[in-house]
């Protein structure tokens, strides 16, 4: 039971509030300088297409192959979970940027070189990767979320199958993002401003 409230049925990883536990634990760490961590949030490119054309019997199968992929590239005591639909979280402790950045350049280039067959088509798809360095002074678990999401969006925008490094000064790019502008329409109709 304690596997099933912390696991995603589909692929096996861990879910999102497993993951969300274990980052606000890297964010604690961090607070106390015990170690510098990275979160890594990854969304495939064209997997929509999959599903359309093969069904979600298929799509879930190349989730399962895609999960076993990205697993074979990460060490043994990172985190990978499944946040969502085709969306991945990373959690990589005790890690510096440079070598979070070769982690997911690696997994990132294991998907974009993986083949799906499927009756007698084979597909491909990308992954548009954002990563945050998680250090002392970021308090909250849903800013670094956020972060990394946002990069993540950037990475796609910029063409999908990238890597994008969140920086602070991008902020003000975000804010004029269609996604930033999206979720202020929302936030400002529930706050009933």
Partial sequence: LSHQATHDPLTG???????ERRLARALASAAEKQGEHALCFLDLDGFKRVNDACGHLAG?????????????????????????????????????????????????????????????ETYSVAASIGIVPIRAGVRRSSDILRAADTACYLAKRSGGNRIQVYAPRQRAADARSDHEWARRVLQAVEEDH
Wanted: aromatic share 8%; proline share 1%; net charge negative.
């Fill in 13 to 19: 990883l861990v879910n999102r509030g497993e993951f």
């Fill in 60 to 120: 879930d199968e190349f989730l399962r192959q895609l999960s076993d992929l990205m697993l074979e590239r990460m060490r043994s005591r990172d985190t990978l979970a499944r946040l969502g639909g085709d969306e991945f979280g990373m959690l990589l402790e005790h890690c510096r940027l440079p070598t979070a950045e070769r982690i997911a350049d690696e997994v990132r280039k294991a998907i974009a070189g993986y083949r799906f067959a499927f009756g007698e």
